[in-house]
């Protein structure tokens, strides 16, 4: 049980970067992480650091203040959200090929240091969406965009980011449009605007600091539904403005805010039920999974940890 007298924070982050020695670099970064008490997940590639983490206010001071001192990462945002307790179980610093999966990892190709699409803040954002020559381009996985997206922005139907450059050829009508990308907090945006501008795309701007950065400049206007997390809160509130479900109960088919991860271990499927069916299912997708002797008890959320090693043998 957390001390509830102390205060938290989920910050979020990235940086593109060249870190020469990013092996190496995970192993103190870990024990750094560990003798502050941050939980959460960091990855760590010769192209830069992206991560999610929690910790006490004063934790996540320190460790902010860590990674700005660092010459490597001038400039680095924090995008910082209060909560109540820790959203994470346990800290994982771990080395990636790429900070976030694309397939797009070849630096005389595609690199975000040199050419990106133009940043625009949340209030400029908002301003240019409503162009009659504007796309939004949206992204994010499929699960994420069926919780939360912006009104009328263009969705992929991909289950992972390395589905994008394959979707690109879809996207060939909008060419000869002002083409702005969005994602959740813009890690995935730097490449799939600069991969649009080798694809031909001759107009094309990002989101800078993604839908988290956009919602607390402007109060998340027009964005539907809530915003899918990768932490122990699962989704969030993004539009104070004009809010509006934009998913339905998987049971009963209400309107709803909520996404969940299946409390069946075997099938840890991502689908939408609002919460009382959710308890009565007690946090499985289906019947099936709901009597299924893998089940894990329902926590209240649809949020799970990976399963031990000895458990993962076991279901292969």
Do not use: W
Request: glycine share 8%; net charge negative; hydrophobic share 30%.
């Amino acid at each position: 049980m957390e001390n509830n007298t102390q205060h938290y924070q989920v910050i979020a982050y990235y940086f593109y970067t060249h870190i020469a020695n990013a092996e190496e670099m995970v192993e103190s970064h870990l024990k750094f992480c560990k003798s502050i008490g941050i939980r959460g997940r960091i990855y760590i590639a010769e192209e830069g650091i992206n991560g999610t983490i929690s910790g006490t206010v004063e934790a996540c001071a320190i460790y902010m203040h860590e990674l700005q001192s660092n010459p490597l990462f001038t400039g680095i945002e924090f995008k910082i959200d209060d909560y109540h307790q820790h959203a994470f179980n346990r800290i994982h610093v771990r080395y990636k090929k790429e900070i976030v999966h694309s397939g797009l990892r070849d630096p005389k190709e595609i690199n975000p240091t040199i050419e990106t699409g133009k940043h625009i803040n949340g209030k400029e954002f908002a301003q240019l969406r409503e162009q009659e020559d504007v796309v939004v381009i949206d992204v994010r996985s499929n699960y994420e965009t069926r919780l939360g997206k912006f009104k009328n922005s263009v969705t992929l139907d991909i289950e992972n980011f390395r589905e994008f450059p394959q979707k690109v050829d879809e996207l060939e009508q909008f060419k000869d449009k002002k083409v702005i990308t969005v994602c959740t907090g813009g890690i995935k945006c730097e490449k799939a605007s600069a991969y649009l501008l080798k694809r031909g795309f001759k107009d094309v701007y990002q989101l800078h600091n993604g839908i988290i950065g956009y919602a607390k400049e402007t109060g998340g206007k027009d964005f539907d539904g809530s915003l899918y997390v990768f932490d122990g809160r699962v989704s969030v509130p993004i539009n104070e403005v004009n809010p509006t479900p934009l998913a339905n109960c998987a049971k009963c088919g209400t309107p709803t805010f909520r996404n969940l991860n299946c409390a069946n271990v075997e099938c840890n499927e991502q689908f939408n039920m609002c919460e009382a069916c959710s308890e009565e299912m007690e946090g499985a997708c289906s019947d099936t999974c709901k009597s299924h002797p893998r089940k894990r008890e329902y926590n209240g959320t649809g949020y799970y940890t990976r399963p031990p090693v000895e458990e993962l043998m076991q279901l292969k």
